[in-house]
């Protein structure tokens, strides 16, 4: 891959630096060595990085706009993060805002393989949101868990994820709790979503056995799994649908519009979770649109992933988020319908009825 692409960096700095800042972090994330050590004239003009622009953003916050070498990224996700943040991300004055991807790494990491309209052929539906729910808390047995399972789809959810929490520990194999609440939801429309962990060869083993219970969706970490392993489970399992948690992603100073909603998507992810404004985690309404026109908007061929905003949601706040969200969405309650506890069913009946009798702006 010849050619360059963008990245954007928020800096602090002041008008007299942010110069040579920026051209720190064009070399940082390029050859990470002192230019006047290059003797090769092609490594000079073709991998280098270059700074393209410098805006003001007031405040000494600058937008600095690099020009990065496609070639540096081969064709792995891993290495993708790597050269767009790895070592200025050691930096505590910098953010990284933005990339713009060109059509060649669009090509090589394909993105989602299902996308939006392949999450509502599984569900049957369309014209409305989708709906989605948890299993928790920790420590139930895998026959606890399949009765919750259960229960959320008499209410008549639409997908059933594993809390990101579960994985494969003493008090709910991943196997044993997989075939229980696959056996629970057969023959109903709704998904149960086991969420993968460990070595990339124990995610593999999971998706053999949740494909052979007949479970095409499945939940993954990308930041705890590592980029490339979610790119490998992607391009392996081109029959499943991943919904992409963002466990880890705030350990980073990475806008999360770009990294759950862009880069998620890039490498593969059908849907995205994301914390939505309001909830426990004081994500602002603006990076919440923003990360949802990230996933969903148009990005050269790829397909839309399905944003789906949770952390902390109540049935009171489904239209409002509806009318802020638009049908495109998945909507994730969990605790809040887990609280009701004998009328689980029914609160969970109640949700499914508002997303479905919803009329949008």
Do not use: W
């Amino acid at each position: 891959m010849n050619g360059r692409f963008f990245a954007t960096y928020h800096v602090r700095a002041d008008s007299g630096t942010i110069a040579a800042r920026a051209q720190a972090i064009a070399v940082e994330q390029s050859v990470e060595m002192p230019l006047e050590a290059i003797d090769t004239p092609e490594i000079l003009r073709d991998i280098v990085g270059e700074v393209a622009d410098i805006a003001d953003l007031g405040a000494d916050v600058f937008a600095v706009r690099i020009a990065l070498a496609t070639a540096t990224i081969g064709r792995d996700g891993a290495q993708l993060l790597n050269m767009l943040f790895g070592n200025t991300s050691l930096h505590d004055d910098v953010t990284l805002a933005d990339v713009e991807i060109p059509p060649e790494l669009a090509a090589v990491f394909g993105g989602p393989n299902h996308g939006t309209a392949g999450l509502r052929r599984r569900v049957v539906a369309e014209g409305r949101a989708l709906t989605c729910s948890a299993l928790k808390p920790q420590g139930l047995s895998p026959e606890r868990l399949a009765a919750l399972a259960s229960r959320f789809a008499d209410g008549g959810v639409d997908f059933i994820k594993d809390d990101h929490g579960l994985a494969n520990q003493a008090y709910s194999p991943f196997a044993d709790r997989v075939r229980a609440c696959a056996g629970a939801l057969r023959g109903r429309t709704t998904r149960y979503v086991p969420s993968l962990s460990g070595s990339l060869d124990a995610m593999r083993a999971q998706l053999m056995l949740a494909r052979q219970e007949g479970i095409d969706t499945v939940l993954i970490a990308p930041l705890l799994a590592g980029f490339s392993t979610f790119q490998a489970l992607v391009a392996g399992f081109p029959d499943t649908a991943f919904m992409a948690h963002p466990s880890f992603g705030g350990a980073a100073r990475v806008a999360p519009d770009l990294l759950i909603g862009k880069l998620f998507r890039l490498l593969g992810a059908d849907a995205v979770i994301f914390p939505t404004h309001g909830g426990r985690f004081g994500c602002t309404p603006d990076t919440c649109l923003r990360l949802a026109a990230a996933a969903r908007g148009k990005l050269l061929d790829l397909r839309p992933a399905l944003p789906v905003p949770a952390g902390g949601m109540a049935l009171a706040r489904v239209t409002e988020l509806l009318d802020f969200y638009g049908s495109d969405t998945m909507l994730l309650i969990g605790g809040s319908l887990l609280a009701a506890r004998e009328r689980l069913t029914a609160e969970t009946a109640a949700f499914t009825s508002r997303v479905a009798a919803h009329r949008y702006r």
